[in-house]
């Protein structure tokens, strides 16, 4: 079984940054993304990137601004936030999956505890 476990988040001021980690007990062999959770909203897709790093994809509200990555000798991913918008206010939780790239939600097998960020404006 795959246990992971997200930090980094916190309080920042609009258009400041971030770096969100992901570690990752079990596999490397895995997808791992983010999806993140807004006061009052539904659990939206962020980002996932494939076990090799080979391919990523983004929502279209983080394109440009954010950036999923790995690091499959520390089993952990990362994802930069960028210019970041009050919007972006959310829980953000690291997920996994086996098998290949999806925004799915419902094909997340495993999911992290989650981890504030909180944007001001």
């Known amino acids: 079984q795959v246990h992971l476990v997200e930090s980094g988040g916190g309080l920042v001021q609009a258009g400041g940054s971030l770096r969100l980690s992901c570690a990752a007990s079990?596999?490397?062999?895995?997808?791992m993304g983010w999806i993140r959770q807004a006061p009052g909203a539904e659990r939206e897709f962020v980002s996932a990137i494939t076990w090799n790093g080979g391919a990523t994809n983004y929502a279209d509200s983080v394109k440009g601004r954010f950036t999923i990555s790995r690091d499959n000798a520390k089993n952990t991913a990362y994802l930069q936030m960028n210019s970041l918008k009050p919007e972006d206010t959310a829980v953000y939780y690291c997920?996994?999956?086996?098998?290949?790239?999806?925004?799915?939600?419902?094909?997340?097998?495993?999911w992290g505890q989650g981890t504030q960020v909180t944007v001001s404006s």
């Open positions: 079990g596999s490397t062999y895995i997808v």
């Open positions: 997920a996994a999956r086996w098998g290949s790239l999806s925004q799915s939600i419902n094909e997340y097998t495993y």
